[in-house]
C-alpha cells in the first residue's frame, strides 16, 4: 500500500506563496509520476499538475500555469508544488497522487481523482484577507 503525506498548506493573503510537499511513507517516491490535485469549495476534484519519473515532462492546469511550479527532488524522496500570486479560488485541500502504471516520460493532468490508484490526506490551503 502506497501511503502519501502531503504538507505545506497553511492560511496566506491574496498574492502571497506555498510551496506544498509530497512525500511517502516507507518507499522511494522515484519511480512515480505525481500529479496534485486540489478540492475546492463546492467542486468536485480537480487536477492541478504533474511531473513524470523523468521530470522530462510537466504538465499545468490553465488556472495554474505562470503561478504554481511543480518539481521534484528524489535526494529528498519529495515533489513540491511552489504556488505563487496566490488567489482565493485556490483555497481547498490538495492532494499528491500516482497512478504506478504511468510510463517514465509522461504524466495527466485530469478531473478525476480515481483514475490514480493512491493519494494521501491532503494538505489544506486557504487564501484569504
Known amino acids: 500500500q502506497l501511503q502519501f503525506v502531503e504538507s505545506g498548506g497553511g492560511l496566506v493573503q491574496p498574492g502571497g506563496s506555498l510551496r506544498l510537499s509530497c512525500t511517502t511513507s516507507?518507499?522511494?517516491?522515484?519511480?512515480?509520476?505525481i500529479t496534485w490535485f486540489r478540492q475546492t469549495p463546492g467542486k468536485e476534484h480537480e487536477g492541478v499538475s504533474c511531473?513524470?519519473?523523468?521530470?522530462?515532462?510537466?504538465l499545468y492546469a490553465d488556472f495554474v500555469k505562470g503561478r504554481f511550479t511543480i518539481s521534484r527532488d528524489n535526494a529528498k524522496n519529495t515533489v513540491y508544488l511552489q504556488m505563487n500570486n496566490l488567489i482565493p479560488e485556490d483555497t481547498g485541500v490538495y492532494y499528491c497522487?500516482?497512478?504506478?502504471?504511468?510510463?517514465?516520460?509522461?504524466?495527466?493532468?485530469?478531473?478525476?481523482?480515481?483514475?490514480?490508484?493512491?493519494w494521501g490526506q491532503g494538505t489544506q490551503v486557504t487564501v484569504s484577507s
Open positions: 511531473i513524470s519519473v523523468s521530470e522530462t515532462t510537466t
Open positions: 497522487a500516482t497512478d504506478p502504471t504511468e510510463g517514465w516520460g509522461s504524466c495527466r493532468v485530469v478531473a478525476n481523482i480515481n483514475e490514480f490508484d493512491y
Open positions: 516507507g518507499f522511494s517516491l522515484e519511480p512515480y509520476a
